[in-house]
């Protein structure tokens, strides 16, 4: 039963809850009070701290443990306008919150109730009692006038993103498959990220493509109808950054690890088995260290013209020629540079790589991505790397195949030789003279004779 002061402590948490819409996050709001008076409050942050968790119970929470100096928060209620999600309502019963008040039931994710009752297992070794429906209309009102305007447009791009329009993707050649989308990636907190996934989802193999920098999956054109002549599937993300997903406007927001976790999200999220890893450039750099975290989804490894940047060896002179002269040249042609390996390129291919940046403010991963890679032991992505090299010399389980474009100035044979020496039974590569770092763009071969190599 409601408290006669349960309606003053909602209306304070429903101030929090439009402190978040204006905030442009989802209005949800909470106040934690202990003998009269309140000790903390939290609001919904989770994209503008990038934090799944922070979710307003959570931040509510930690404020009041910091307040009362003890984790245990017993003799406090916690009043927050939504029903909470497993997430906050097991960090209520850690807690030891003695109350939980709620607004509007949430019947999607709620636990106090709706999709089932957390707090109601016995078995539990604290009791928090729930009051629920308070100002539930109040509540309840302030959601659905947030998600009106976006039930029109389904599909937002984030204020601090651009997304490439369509009609940039029209026409292009070679590319006829259908763009798949996903927008709630725990990673990349509401940014959209396209994909291609063609062929049967059963498939003997799953071929991950992923793309470097400044490319996008229409680099591997060439490649992906010989796997699915085969019989085979094919799932071909686009980074955040570059291609049909979403751009943030700032360099800063590309990190080696939130790159690394939204393609750990999407190979999770689409449950990807049977895996060959397809990799090449930046493809490389962050897919080597996926399948030490599952390795039981892969199968085969197909690797061309990248590294592992451990930190403990210098980057290659020409990796670092790379860097500064796109330090030097931000606004440079991508499709030039595509076509200047690659002459026969026709105009309307060199186009479709310059497609998904139509001005300079969709470019800040092609300025973010060259000093992103990590240089020395301690810069960002190089712990996690040593972590994968030991993976691939002494765990890998699976085939491996390498391809090497010889007349890569940056990631070229050199460098490929001694990361062949790191994948435990990697055969000799396969070389490619007229190749250079796009290798892709001479990829049939290399995907006839992949099909070849990997065995179901």
């Known amino acids: 039963m409601p408290a006669p002061q349960d309606a003053h402590w909602m209306g304070l948490a429903l101030e929090q809850a439009r402190a978040a819409a204006a905030a442009g996050e989802v209005p949800v709001g909470a106040v934690v009070v202990k003998d009269g008076q309140v000790i903390a409050t939290g609001r919904n942050a989770p994209i ?4 799944p968790t922070a979710h307003a119970e959570v ?48 019947p999607r994710t709620g636990v106090a109730g709706s999709v089932l009752n957390l707090f109601g297992h016995t078995q539990l070794n604290h009791q928090t009692q729930v009051t629920a429906g308070v100002l539930a209309q109040e509540c309840g009102q302030l959601l659905k006038d947030f998600f009106k305007p976006r039930r029109v447009n389904a599909d937002p791009v984030r204020e601090d993103a651009l997304r490439t329009p369509d009609a940039a993707f029209a026409d292009l050649p070679d590319y006829p498959w259908q763009p798949h989308y996903v927008n709630d990636l725990p990673g990349i907190a509401g940014l959209r990220m396209h994909y291609l996934d063609e062929g049967d989802a059963n498939a003997p193999l799953t071929w991950l493509c992923l793309h470097g920098n400044p490319a996008w999956s229409y680099l591997y054109r060439k490649m992906i109808p010989v796997w699915l002549a085969a019989g085979h599937r094919v799932v071909a993300p686009d980074l955040i950054g570059f291609g049909k997903s979403d751009k943030p406007k700032k360099d800063s927001f590309h990190q080696f690890e939130m790159h690394r976790q939204s393609l750990l999200d999407l190979v999770e999220r689409l449950d990807l088995q049977r895996v060959v890893l397809v990799v090449q450039d930046w493809g ?21 013209n990248t590294t592992l940047a451990t930190g403990e060896q210098p980057l290659s002179a020409g990796f670092l020629a790379w860097r500064d002269w796109c330090h030097s040249q931000p606004l440079f042609d991508v499709g030039k540079l595509f076509k200047r390996g690659n ?22 991963a092609l300025r973010a991505f060259p000093p992103m890679v990590p240089e020395f032991t301690d810069s960002p992505g190089a712990a996690i790397s040593r972590k994968a090299q030991d993976f691939w010399r002494n765990d890998w389980q699976g085939q491996s ?7 890569d100035p940056v990631l070229g044979e050199s460098v ?20 250079g770092h796009f290798v892709q763009e001479q990829g049939r071969v290399i995907a006839e004779a992949a099909v070849r190599h990997f065995k179901p």
């Open 343 to 364: 002459p026969g390129m026709t105009p309307q291919e060199t186009a479709a790589y310059n497609a998904p940046f139509p001005d300079k403010g969709y470019r800040a």
């Open 284 to 304: 490389g750099i962050l897919g080597l260290t996926l399948p030490m975290a599952a390795p039981e989804r892969y199968k085969g490894l197909l690797v061309m």
């Open 48 to 51: 503008a701290s990038h934090d």
């Open 416 to 435: 490929m030789r001694q990361l062949q020496s790191q994948i435990k039974g990697c055969p000799q590569p396969m070389l490619l003279p007229d190749a």
């Open 401 to 407: 195949l390498m391809a090497i474009g010889q007349q």
């Open 59 to 106: 931040v509510a929470l930690r404020e009041a443990a910091r307040v009362l100096g003890n984790y245990r928060l017993e003799g406090c209620t916690l009043y927050v306008t939504l029903e909470p999600c497993a997430m906050c309502s097991g960090a209520m019963l850690h807690a030891r919150v003695d109350r939980v008040v709620f607004g509007a039931a949430d």
